[in-house]
């Protein structure tokens, strides 16, 4: 049986890649690529005892350090409890440095520790690597139609918020 890829087609010829039967291929191999991924970050994930609510946090606060804790919740879409447990999780192992904003010194703003940088470079090294190798294979033009589709993905939200980060990284994080 074959799976209805194929890595040298012509992308949008005759508009195929609209039928829902790709539409639903794109949909699994999604999925897929998330489940993999997630299975190759299992085992330093486990030797580290962190869950994929602490990789999110990691992985969050290495592309947005300086986030206040608000935005960091928006962002991961999680409540407030669930949060602060992850939050104090990470804060007991050394992961995190927090300092206090400076328009607004009620807000806590988060960076990842050099503990925390360093564990969160060693579950990244896994996602370049598989990203590389994907890349590399699929070659310039593939890569930028992914991202293309996946910047079409984005909700409106999404979008600012990685406009804003690119921003922030531009003039330095809040105003500093």
Same mark, same amino acid.
């Given at each position: 049986?074959?799976?209805?890829?194929?890595?040298? +087609?012509? =992308?949008? @010829?005759?508009?195929?890649? *609209?039928? !829902? /039967?790709? %539409?639903?291929? &794109?949909?699994?191999?999604?999925?897929?690529?998330?489940? +993999?991924? =997630?299975? @190759?970050?299992?085992?330093? *994930?486990? !030797? /580290?005892? %962190?869950?994929? &609510?602490?990789?999110?946090?990691?992985?969050?606060?290495?592309?947005?350090?300086?986030?206040?804790?608000?935005? *960091?919740?928006?962002?991961?879409?999680?409540?407030?409890?669930?949060?602060?447990?992850?939050?104090?999780?990470?804060?007991?192992?050394?992961?995190?440095?927090?300092?206090?904003?400076?328009?607004?010194?009620?807000?806590?703003?988060?960076?990842?520790?050099?503990?925390?940088?360093?564990?969160?470079?060693?579950?990244?090294?896994?996602?370049?690597?598989?990203?590389?190798?994907?890349?590399?294979?699929?070659?310039?033009?593939?890569?930028?139609?992914?991202?293309?589709?996946?910047?079409?993905?984005?909700?409106?939200?999404?979008?600012?918020?990685?406009?804003?980060?690119?921003?922030?990284?531009?003039?330095?994080?809040?105003?500093?």
């Amino acid at each position: 049986m074959t799976s209805g890829y194929r890595p040298h +087609d012509e =992308a949008g @010829a005759g508009l195929l890649f *609209l039928r !829902e /039967e790709q %539409l639903r291929l &794109a949909q699994t191999m999604m999925f897929l690529a998330g489940r +993999d991924m =997630a299975a @190759a970050l299992e085992p330093i *994930l486990t !030797e /580290e005892k %962190l869950g994929s &609510a602490h990789y999110r946090v990691l992985q969050v606060l290495a592309f947005s350090p300086g986030i206040p804790v608000s935005r *960091l919740q928006d962002t991961l879409g999680v409540t407030k409890q669930s949060l602060g447990r992850t939050l104090g999780e990470l804060q007991d192992r050394g992961y995190l440095d927090s300092e206090t904003g400076l328009r607004d010194r009620r807000q806590r703003l988060l960076r990842l520790s050099k503990e925390g940088q360093a564990v969160e470079a060693r579950l990244f090294a896994v996602v370049r690597q598989r990203l590389s190798a994907a890349y590399r294979e699929a070659g310039g033009a593939a890569v930028e139609g992914f991202r293309r589709v996946m910047h079409g993905m984005l909700s409106e939200s999404s979008r600012a918020m990685m406009a804003d980060d690119a921003a922030g990284r531009r003039k330095g994080r809040n105003g500093t």
